[in-house]
């Protein structure tokens, strides 16, 4: 699948190769098969199949060099394997991502002081949870009148499944203390659950985690007009007469700059740099990185009460095994989304003193939705410059005073959720640093109009340039508080079939 020779001319470019930019490239494939696609990633590939999940590599060594080959082209800075251990102010990256060198905050704001990225084949989808919940509420994106339909179709490409843990011993007691304390007056929708995950168990019991190569899936790599090339930066997309008409890329090998025609260009280069590379080529909406928006965090421990003995056959592959991910829906009444998890797959450290039954011992995540604020944006100029030469992301961002009284009350409830289900660890729970959630959203987001306040249509064509599309999780146009990827996704799918019924 990966190849060298550049073409001269496609009949579409995709910039990135994350689970959005593999979305436009499946439907293609499935909707187009005789359009000439070509797919440029900057990242190396670091997985088998191309843009697979590292966790489903097996050696720890062989995982580690995989992780450190997407962090980028700068410095490799600090890894935290667990934020929740670090303390607040302290900036550390997860593994297999790369913080922002400089321009993170700035004097008088709070800034995005761990805005993160991933540079690889797969994007951050090699990394990932895989956490797919719906959104609800608020959350929704609902001028899109098939939102549901594309979110069915999110499903299938990532692969989402309900019942990887169902075997898990503690699953249903943590969910049972959950409902017990969340689902008075709720609908079906909004009550405590288990977590959509983009996970699937293989015939052996080995759990396979999907990356972009389960979004790519058979469809694309078997399509002979499919072309994905790794280690190339998109530097420019060419726009003549009000159209895109392709794009400069370099060679990253080479360092030969070629030019790709292109009938349609689709960025999807993640929210920080989907805005950089419409930037750098002179597209430039009003709404360009602005109403950024990412989830606030908090997070805590509970220790499992009066848990019933494990029975022999209990499964002793990992902890994630034993309790499953659980999902306490966000609503408009509540607004945070809440996981609950293993701590082996939670970013909060394990107390040092437990004696306890494994997996006993669960960490809850609650993210946070934000106030929309256009000033709260990612910007650029002509004077800085990033590791790869592009301009440069600076962020520009501040918690409002609602934020934080949301922030002060999602503390409150994830003390109430880990005493429903157990003893607390610790004394009080964490507020982890700007940026930690990893999924920030708004800044090329999709709108009704063309009046300012946003940068592409319901089909993520930018506004004024027909044939440029923009993908990921910065067209997402709500303040979501759930793990946006599935709804990312699904708005890529109908993006791919504007495309794809143009193209025949
Ligand atoms: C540890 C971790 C856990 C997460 N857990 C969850 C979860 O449970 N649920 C969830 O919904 N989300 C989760 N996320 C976030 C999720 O991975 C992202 O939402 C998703 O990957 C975004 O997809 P994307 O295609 O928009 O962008 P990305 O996956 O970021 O891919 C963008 C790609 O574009 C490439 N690129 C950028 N600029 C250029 C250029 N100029 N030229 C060529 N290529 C370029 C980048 O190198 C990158 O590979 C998690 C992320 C991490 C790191």
Same mark, same amino acid.
């Given at each position: 699948?990966?190849?060298?020779?550049?073409?001269? @001319?496609?009949?579409?470019?995709?910039?990135?190769?994350?689970?959005?930019?593999?979305?436009?490239?499946?439907?293609?494939?499935?909707?187009?098969?005789?359009?000439?696609?070509?797919?440029?990633?900057?990242?190396?590939?670091?997985?088998?199949?191309?843009?697979?999940?590292?966790?489903?590599?097996?050696?720890?060594?062989?995982?580690?060099?995989?992780?450190?080959?997407?962090?980028?082209?700068?410095?490799?800075?600090?890894?935290?394997?667990?934020?929740?251990?670090?303390?607040?102010?302290?900036?550390?990256?997860?593994?297999?991502?790369?913080?922002?060198?400089?321009?993170?905050?700035?004097?008088?704001?709070?800034?995005?002081?761990?805005?993160?990225? =991933?540079?690889?084949?797969?994007?951050?989808?090699?990394?990932?949870?895989?956490?797919?919940?719906?959104?609800?509420?608020?959350?929704?994106?609902?001028?899109?009148?098939?939102?549901?339909?594309?979110?069915?179709?999110?499903?299938?490409?990532?692969?989402?499944?309900?019942?990887?843990?169902?075997?898990?011993?503690?699953?249903?007691?943590?969910?049972?203390?959950?409902?017990?304390?969340?689902?008075?007056?709720?609908?079906?929708?909004?009550?405590?659950?288990?977590?959509p995950l983009a996970v699937h168990?293989?015939?052996?019991?080995?759990?396979?985690?999907?990356?972009s190569d389960v979004v790519l899936?058979?469809?694309?790599?078997?399509?002979?007009?499919?072309?994905?090339?790794?280690?190339? /930066?998109?530097?420019?997309?060419?726009?003549?007469?009000?159209?895109?008409?392709?794009?400069?890329?370099?060679?990253?090998?080479?360092?030969?700059?070629?030019?790709?025609?292109?009938?349609?260009?689709?960025?999807?280069?993640?929210?920080?740099?989907?805005? @950089?590379?419409?930037?750098?080529?002179?597209?430039?909406?009003?709404? /360009?990185?602005?109403?950024?928006?990412? @989830?606030?965090?908090?997070?805590?421990?509970?220790?499992?009460?009066?848990?019933?003995?494990?029975?022999?056959?209990?499964?002793?592959?990992?902890?994630?095994?034993?309790?499953?991910? =659980?999902?306490?829906?966000?609503?408009?009444?509540?607004?945070?989304?809440?996981?609950?998890?293993?701590?082996?797959? =939670?970013?909060?450290?394990?107390?040092?003193?437990?004696?306890?039954?494994?997996?006993?011992?669960?960490?809850?995540?609650?993210?946070?939705?934000?106030?929309?604020?256009?000033?709260?944006?990612?910007?650029?100029?002509?004077?800085?410059?990033?590791?790869?030469?592009?301009?440069?992301?600076?962020?520009?961002?501040?918690?409002?005073?609602?934020?934080?009284?949301?922030?002060?009350?999602?503390?409150?409830?994830?003390?109430?959720?880990?005493?429903?289900?157990?003893?607390?660890?610790?004394?009080?729970?964490?507020?982890?640093?700007?940026?930690?959630?990893?999924?920030? @959203?708004?800044?090329?987001?999709?709108?009704?109009?063309?009046?300012?306040? =946003?940068?592409?249509?319901?089909?993520?064509?930018?506004?004024?340039?027909?044939?440029?599309?923009?993908?990921?999780?910065?067209?997402?146009?709500?303040?979501?508080?759930?793990?946006?990827?599935?709804?990312?996704?699904?708005?890529?799918?109908?993006?791919?079939?504007?495309?794809?019924?143009? /193209?025949?």
């Amino acid at each position: 699948m990966s190849a060298r020779h550049y073409p001269a @001319q496609v009949d579409v470019v995709i910039v990135g190769s994350g689970p959005t930019g593999s979305a436009y490239a499946r439907i293609l494939s499935e909707r187009a098969p005789g359009a000439t696609i070509a797919m440029f990633e900057v990242g190396p590939t670091v997985s088998e199949p191309p843009g697979a999940h590292v966790k489903n590599i097996a050696d720890p060594a062989a995982r580690a060099r995989a992780q450190v080959a997407s962090e980028g082209p700068g410095e490799r800075g600090e890894k935290v394997a667990n934020p929740g251990a670090a303390k607040a102010g302290v900036r550390g990256a997860r593994p297999g991502t790369f913080l922002l060198e400089d321009g993170y905050a700035f004097d008088g704001e709070d800034g995005m002081p761990v805005a993160a990225m =991933s540079s690889n084949v797969g994007g951050m989808a090699s990394h990932w949870t895989g956490a797919c919940p719906r959104p609800n509420d608020s959350e929704r994106t609902d001028f899109v009148d098939d939102l549901d339909e594309l979110l069915d179709e999110g499903d299938r490409l990532l692969g989402v499944t309900r019942d990887a843990f169902d075997s898990a011993p503690f699953g249903a007691i943590v969910r049972e203390r959950l409902a017990a304390a969340v689902d008075a007056g709720r609908v079906d929708a909004t009550k405590v659950q288990r977590m959509p995950l983009a996970v699937h168990r293989r015939d052996d019991g080995r759990l396979v985690w999907s990356g972009s190569d389960v979004v790519l899936g058979d469809a694309t790599r078997e399509n002979p007009c499919f072309s994905l090339f790794d280690e190339s /930066l998109v530097m420019r997309v060419i726009v003549e007469d009000g159209r895109a008409a392709g794009v400069v890329v370099r060679d990253l090998r080479s360092g030969e700059e070629h030019r790709v025609a292109a009938r349609f260009v689709v960025v999807a280069a993640d929210a920080l740099r989907t805005p @950089q590379l419409l930037w750098a080529s002179g597209v430039r909406p009003a709404a /360009l990185g602005r109403y950024l928006n990412d @989830q606030a965090q908090v997070v805590f421990a509970s220790r499992l009460r009066d848990m019933p003995p494990l029975a022999e056959d209990a499964p002793t592959t990992g902890l994630a095994e034993y309790s499953g991910v =659980s999902w306490v829906p966000f609503t408009d009444d509540m607004p945070f989304h809440g996981q609950i998890m293993q701590l082996d797959a =939670s970013p909060i450290a394990l107390a040092e003193d437990d004696p306890v039954v494994p997996g006993s011992i669960v960490g809850l995540g609650l993210f946070c939705a934000k106030d929309l604020r256009p000033d709260d944006r990612v910007v650029f100029d002509d004077d800085h410059v990033d590791g790869y030469g592009m301009p440069a992301p600076r962020i520009h961002y501040r918690l409002t005073a609602h934020d934080h009284e949301v922030v002060e009350r999602a503390r409150r409830e994830i003390v109430r959720l880990a005493e429903a289900i157990g003893d607390p660890v610790g004394d009080r729970p964490f507020t982890l640093p700007l940026g930690s959630s990893l999924h920030y @959203q708004g800044s090329t987001r999709m709108g009704v109009a063309d009046d300012g306040t =946003s940068v592409c249509d319901l089909d993520s064509e930018v506004w004024g340039v027909s044939g440029l599309f923009v993908a990921g999780n910065g067209v997402i146009p709500t303040a979501t508080a759930c793990n946006p990827t599935v709804t990312s996704v699904a708005l890529a799918v109908r993006g791919a079939r504007a495309i794809a019924a143009s /193209l025949a």
